[in-house]
């Protein structure tokens, strides 16, 4: 079965063709980031028309390279939600008619579900159950996954997620927009142990998070340092990055204690974070634990991993309604 997987819900463009929820014939990502970058962040509007204009391309494309025909697709996915309401509807919108003009089922994708796939597709993917971090721009949140339509959320963040401190450390500092690349790229020559930001465990034995903290030490640091911060950058962002990977990476581990199973997995954006990827395995090594992280081209969103999650539910039966409508903020996985 080959699935045309379609993602729409921030400020990339994709498409990808995948057949039996592993194999992917292609994967398109149409990056927005030149038409962002100028404002600092995402701008809703100009999200939505840039998906407008390239949702029909990207899925063309998506289909040369897999080099196949329309006919030859035996489903859609496409991602439904959490998201910028106007992006996600081009893909969505766009999903449905392709899918009733060739006549195949089709089925809406909740885009946490699909990052989490994103770690399921690997040659050697992991057994259930597993504790997952998923750790994006938009969330932070760690999940016992005990099979590919059924994970619950352990924890998660109280505040901003850790992606975003990552994008807010950046812009204060001037380096521009995405921050993590940036910041990760700076952290290599940097001191991670420099300057000693707060560590928000909150409470040791659970699993939620907070990175608004350190994001105004961050701030703090250079009111405080005024005349000097701007010759310890590199110090700043290895130090920032250590703050940040030390406690998602430690309560990653104890959550796949506390469920007593020794898996764990790495999704989303940051999970292509080097530092977090080395920290992760080095931890999970020491705890007797297998470790689980996605090709870097997964990491970020892609259409992919939705391909992919839509495969599993298409076989399982589900089939989206031509009424049903996205949504904004977290529903059901
Ligand atoms: P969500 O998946 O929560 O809806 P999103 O789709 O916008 O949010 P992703 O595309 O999954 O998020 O990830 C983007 C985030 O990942 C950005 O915040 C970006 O700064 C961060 N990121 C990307 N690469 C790295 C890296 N190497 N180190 C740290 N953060 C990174
Ligand atoms: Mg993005
Ligand atoms: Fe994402």
């Known amino acids: 079965k080959t699935i045309l997987g379609i993602e729409s819900s921030c400020d990339e463009t994709a498409a990808a063709v995948v057949s039996r929820g592993t194999e992917i014939l292609s994967s398109v990502v149409a990056s927005q ?56 509807l081009v893909g969505f919108s766009f999903a449905k008619a392709y899918a009733f003009a060739l006549d195949v089922p089709w089925v809406g994708v909740n885009h946490l579900l699909g990052h989490i796939h994103s770690v399921l597709m690997s040659p050697s993917p992991p057994e259930f159950p597993f504790a997952a971090l998923l750790v994006s ?17 352990m924890g998660q963040t109280r505040d901003d997620a850790a992606g975003e401190a990552f994008d807010k450390v950046s812009k204060a500092m001037g380096l521009g927009y995405p921050g993590g690349e940036i910041i990760s790229k700076l952290a290599e020559s940097g001191d991670p142990h420099k300057i000693s930001f707060p560590r928000s465990w909150l409470d040791k034995k659970k699993f939620d998070f907070s990175f608004s903290g350190i994001k105004t030490a961050v701030g703090r640091y250079m009111q405080v340092h005024e005349d000097s911060w701007h010759d310890e950058k590199a110090d700043i962002a290895a130090s920032f990055q250590e703050a940040v990977v030390e406690v998602l990476a430690t309560k990653l581990i104890n959550a796949a204690k506390s469920i007593g199973c020794p898996r764990v997995a790495v ?30 081209s997964l990491c970020g969103d892609n259409a992919a991993m939705i391909a992919a999650a839509g495969y599993y539910k298409l076989a399982a039966g589900e089939r989206s309604p031509l009424n049903m409508d996205v949504f904004s903020r977290m529903e059901k996985l």
């Open 137 to 153: 721009g938009g969330h932070t949140s760690i999940y016992k996954v005990s099979s590919r339509t059924d994970m619950e959320v």
């Open 33 to 88: 980031i030149k038409v962002h970058a100028p404002f600092g962040g995402v701008v809703p509007e100009l999200a939505s028309r840039k998906h407008l204009e390239s949702i029909a391309p990207v899925v063309e494309q998506a289909l040369e390279d897999a080099g196949i025909s329309r006919d030859q697709i035996d489903g859609v996915a496409v991602t439904r939600g959490p998201g910028l309401v106007g992006a996600l």
């Open 267 to 296: 999704a989303g954006g940051v999970a292509a974070n080097a530092c977090l990827r080395d920290r992760v395995t080095q931890l999970a090594a020491k705890a007797g634990m297998s470790v689980h992280l996605p090709d870097i």
